[in-house]
């Protein structure tokens, strides 16, 4: 085993990412029907923060007695792709929102980032329901309910 996979947290890590597809599609059917960006993106991380302990192979690196282990590659190309996969399947016209590729790869650092800090520190008493919400909506939404203002302001000025 140790031919294929350098450490035990090697493996974890492969076992976990050929398991992201099925999460992947739990989520994007929970998200189904939200085509607001700020909306969509309180409710992917949220989503995600409380459906990470259920999951028995995305915990397995996603807790936080583990988080560590992994923290560092949560910027890393497979991490931002991953990402990257689940706003493509989000029911979002990100274009008509004011997000080119580039900003939505941002958004994708801006949410793993966030997740990685929930992860590793969940808070006390940790947020769970409407108070995770609340908080994700007060201190995320309006950065990205802003990209779109960013957008129609430029456009303003350029028309």
Do not use: C, K
């Not at 409380?50 to 282990?69: C, H, K, N, V, W």
């Not at 990100?94 to 580039?102: M, Q, S």
Request: no cysteine; glycine share 8%; aromatic share 8%.
């Amino acid at each position: 085993m140790y031919r294929y996979f350098a450490n035990a947290d090697a493996l974890l890590a492969a076992t976990a990412l050929t398991e992201t597809g099925r999460f992947l599609d739990v989520l994007a059917a929970h998200l189904d029907r939200i085509t607001d960006p700020a909306d969509a993106v309180v409710e992917g991380i949220a989503y995600t923060l409380e459906a990470l302990p259920q999951d028995r192979y995305l915990s397995l690196l996603l807790t936080p007695g583990r988080a560590g282990a992994f923290s560092v590659a949560v910027t890393s190309d497979a991490a931002l792709a991953f990402g990257r996969a689940i706003l493509d399947r989000f029911a979002v016209d990100w274009e008509r929102a004011g997000f080119d590729g580039a900003r939505l790869d941002e958004l994708v650092e801006h949410m793993l980032r966030i997740v990685q800090s929930f992860v590793v520190d969940p808070g006390r008493p940790p947020r769970r329901g409407p108070a995770l919400r609340d908080y994700l909506s007060t201190w995320v939404a309006p950065g990205v309910a802003g990209i779109r203002s960013a957008g129609t302001e430029s456009g303003d000025r350029t028309g």
